[in-house]
C-alpha cells in the first residue's frame, strides 16, 4: 500500500507547496504512482484526515493553529516542516518585535478587535519535527531527495555546512570582497548559494548550520571593519525567533 501523504498551511504564503510541485512530468509521474497524496488544498479538493506523512508550511501566529497542529502531529507518522517560515519562524517573526496590540491596529484600524494573534514561532516550538525542508522557498531538489528518502525508510541526508562552502565550489566573489555584509558564513547550504551568484547576498532563509563556527565568523566580521549588531540585522529578517542568539556567545 502506498503511504498516504498531506500537506498543510499555517502562517504563509503558501510558495513553499507550489514550489513543490515546480517538477517535470516525469517527477510527477515517479510521485504520484508512489504515494498517495489525500489532502492538498492547493492541488485537489477532496480531503482526508487518514494520512502517514504530513508536510507542514507556514509559522504558527494564531492560538487556534496550536491545537489543529498538535491534531496533525497525532496522526502523522512523520511530519516535515516544509519551508522557511516552518522550519525557523522565518519573515513571520519580525512582528515579535511589537505588541499584539500594536499589531493588530496597524493592519486591522478600527477591525482589530476582530482579529487575535500570539508571537510568531516555528512548527518545532508547538510539536516535535521528524525532518526540515529548508529555504524561502526550499529547491525543489531537495523536496524529491526528501520524499525519495523517506519513501526508502532512510533519513534524508541533508547538507550541514556553511552557504560559504558552496559560495567556493561556484567560484563566486565573496559578498565581504565587494563590501557588502552577509550571513553565509554561518547559514546551512543546499542552496547552491543562488542568492550571491545572482550578485546579492546570503538572507539566511535556510536557517544557521548546525554547531557554527562563531569564532570564524567573528574574524571575518573583525577583518572588514563590521560589529556583531551589523550582521544581526541581517538574521532579524529570518531567524528573529531564537537563533540569533546564538551568534552572540
Known amino acids: 500500500m502506498k503511504p498516504k501523504v498531506a500537506f498543510f498551511d499555517f502562517t504563509s504564503c503558501e510558495g513553499c ?3 513543490a510541485l515546480n517538477l517535470d512530468v516525469g517527477e510527477v509521474l515517479g510521485l504520484l504512482g508512489a504515494v498517495d497524496i489525500v489532502n492538498f488544498r492547493e492541488v485537489k479538493t477532496n480531503r482526508s484526515d487518514d494520512y502517514d506523512i504530513a508536510f507542514i508550511e507556514g509559522s504558527i501566529t494564531k492560538e487556534s493553529e496550536i491545537p489543529r497542529l498538535q491534531a496533525i502531529r497525532n496522526q502523522a507518522k512523520v511530519l516535515v516542516a516544509l519551508g522557511a517560515c516552518a522550519c ?3 519573515v513571520n517573526c ?3 518585535a511589537y ?3 500594536e499589531l493588530l491596529k496597524g493592519v486591522y484600524g478600527e477591525c482589530a478587535s476582530f482579529y487575535n494573534t500570539i508571537p510568531a514561532r516555528p512548527v ?3 510539536v516535535p519535527v521528524d525532518y526540515y525542508i529548508r529555504g524561502c522557498p526550499p529547491t525543489t531538489a531537495e523536496f524529491v531527495k526528501v520524499v525519495k528518502a523517506l519513501l526508502l525508510g532512510k533519513r534524508p541526508d541533508l547538507p550541514n555546512y556553511p552557504v560559504c562552502t558552496e559560495c567556493r565550489v561556484a567560484g563566486n566573489i565573496c559578498v565581504f570582497q565587494r563590501g557588502g555584509t552577509c550571513i553565509g558564513p554561518v547559514t546551512r ?3 547552491d548559494a543562488m542568492c550571491v551568484g545572482a550578485g546579492r547576498f546570503c538572507w539566511g532563509c535556510r536557517g544557521l548550520v548546525e554547531n557554527p563556527n562563531t569564532d570564524s565568523a567573528k574574524d571575518v566580521l573583525a577583518r572588514y571593519g563590521l560589529t556583531i549588531d551589523q ?3 541581517r538574521f532579524k529578517i529570518y531567524n528573529s525567533y531564537s537563533e540569533v542568539s546564538q551568534c552572540q556567545k
Open 94 to 96: 519580525l512582528k515579535n
Open 88 to 90: 525557523t519562524g522565518g
Open 189 to 191: 547550504g543546499g542552496c
Open 17 to 19: 507547496q507550489l514550489d
Open 99 to 101: 505588541s499584539s496590540e
Open 231 to 233: 550582521i544581526l540585522e
Open 124 to 126: 518545532n516550538a508547538v
